[in-house]
């Protein structure tokens, strides 16, 4: 048992992401909050059908690049293949109501449970971009590393979606939930623009 959240084992571990799912050239990390509960289908389980896709973040992320050219088909192969890769800032799996504690911290860089996200740094270093979603992985980036201010944002208001300083590889959105679902493709769009300014995939698609 994890000493974390008391489960037998992480999903990226389950589904040997880092060997299976781990870009060639890591153009783009892309940062959630966290898996779901235990019953939760994960982001790299590959689903039944990619039309019929139950899993919003996956859904909304596959479609929206795909639309915008990023990525040839709307798969987790696609995914990968052009140098996206998916963590979570928090890995357990647990309770909505555990979450929405974590991420009203998070607003103040207060979460407890991302004080210390080791598993995000080689991810960090690596990429070329990365695409942080939502207040909890806020909080889990600038404590993984300085280039990421702990300020205050209103993450939801202008002027994001979109990068946190001029020349910054860092881009700053909502997180994708059905929510805001209807908003994510013009989400994808802004992600386009600023990785388009950074020439991060010439030539990748």
């Not at 389950?14 to 050239?25: A, T």
């Not at 689903?47 to 987790?76: F, M, N, W």
């Not at 990068?163 to 802004?190: A, D, G, H, M």
């Amino acid at each position: 048992m994890l000493a974390c959240c008391g489960a037998a084992s992480h999903s990226w571990d389950q589904y040997q992401v880092e060997h299976l799912w781990l870009p060639r050239r890591l153009r783009c990390l892309i940062i959630g909050e966290n898996p779901g509960s235990e019953a939760s289908e994960y982001f790299y389980a590959v689903p039944k059908s990619y039309v019929k896709d139950a899993v919003v973040v996956r859904r909304c992320l596959l479609r929206g690049l795909h639309a915008q050219k990023l990525i040839r088909e709307a798969t987790l192969e696609g995914f990968r293949d052009a140098g996206f890769l998916f963590d979570h800032a928090i890995r357990c799996p647990l309770p909505s109501s555990v979450v929405e504690d974590e991420r009203r911290a998070a607003r103040r860089y207060a979460s407890t449970r991302v004080m210390n996200p080791t598993h995000l740094c080689p991810w960090l270093s690596q990429a070329t971009a990365v695409w942080v979603m939502g207040h909890l992985a806020s909080n889990a980036v600038a404590n993984a590393t300085v280039e990421f201010p702990k300020k205050r944002r209103r993450i939801s208001m202008h002027p994001y979606p979109g990068e946190i300083s001029p020349r910054s590889k860092f881009f700053l959105s909502e997180y994708f939930t059905w929510r805001n679902e209807k908003k994510t493709p013009e989400i994808c769009q802004v992600f386009t623009r600023f990785a388009l300014e950074r020439v991060i995939f010439d030539g990748a698609v």
